[in-house]
């Protein structure tokens, strides 16, 4: 496994499994078999319903709980210094631990420097490791960074072959801010694993085309949390540290970025109301 080191000093693995979508009876089953294959990073949230079924895994997993790095997010509902207060509280009391790796702003709405304010005091209180933000283009992302007492430590946007973001890893990179990548297989659309390029680089290095799609996003400094309920493909998208992209390769990757969301990011009015309709 590689390791990255949060601008508080945290060491965090680049690689890791995601929950999102996964059912809450399918939860438990799904964290079991990640940390079997060896996935010590699991990316859940308050907003996904399936904390409990994440904490059960991890608390009857046997392995130490240091060796276990967890990331909840909090749902824009809960923004607001009260209202956070709570939800950090109730997020720990749902995954029955007694700290969290990772806190990220789930959404750029309502209070949400209130919210913040409420994980600078767990941070400080010592219930989360390290803070974070999720969704958060430039604009708001250097918003924050100015005006946060402690400074995120990593960013969670949408983030694949064909959306590479180069305004907001620029962004980061500037203000020191560790990206993470959601949707890494662009969520298995856009034709990802017939595309010709993706293919032939495959075929070059005799790995499946998710192999690639994923190390690309490694070899870019990115953290990476692909979502399968499928042991076979959680395997396969273990396994990327066997092999390695040359500059050329990279290259021709970066011409798939195409620009467009998956989501629309959280300024889009589209996107607002579709979570108010759900
Ligand atoms: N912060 C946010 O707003 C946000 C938004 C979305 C996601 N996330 C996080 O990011 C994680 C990953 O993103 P995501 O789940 O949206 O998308 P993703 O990981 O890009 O793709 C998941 C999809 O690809 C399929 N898949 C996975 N591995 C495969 C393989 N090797 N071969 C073929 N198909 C494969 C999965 O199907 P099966 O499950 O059937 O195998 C699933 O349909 C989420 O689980 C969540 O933790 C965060």
Partial sequence: MEYV??????????LGFGVYQISVPETER???QALEIGYRLL????????????????????????????????????????????????????LGLDYIDLFLIHQPYGDYYGAYRALEEAYREGTVKALG???????????ICHFAQVKPALNQIELHVFQQQPSSMETMRRYGVQPEAWGPLARGRRDLFTNPLLNQIAQR????????????????GVVIIPKSTHPERMAENFDLFGF???ESEMQALATLNEGDYLAPPP?????VLNLIRN
């Fill in 5 to 14: 080191t949060l601008n508080n000093g945290i060491k965090m693995p680049q």
């Fill in 30 to 32: 799904c964290v079991n």
């Fill in 43 to 94: 990316d859940t949230a308050q907003f996904y319903g399936n904390e409990e079924g994440v904490g059960r895994a991890i608390r009857h997993s046997g392995l130490p709980r240091q060796e276990i790095f967890l990331t909840t997010k909090l749902w824009f509902t809960e923004s607001g210094y009260e209202r956070a207060r709570a939800a950090i509280a109730s997020s720990l009391e749902k």
């Fill in 133 to 143: 933000v999720s969704n958060f283009y430039p604009d708001r992302l250097i918003d």
């Fill in 205 to 220: 290095h005799g790995r499946p085309v998710s192999q690639i799609a994923l190390r690309y996003l490694l070899q870019l």
């Fill in 244 to 246: 390695q992209l040359d």
């Fill in 267 to 271: 300024s889009r009015t589209e996107h």
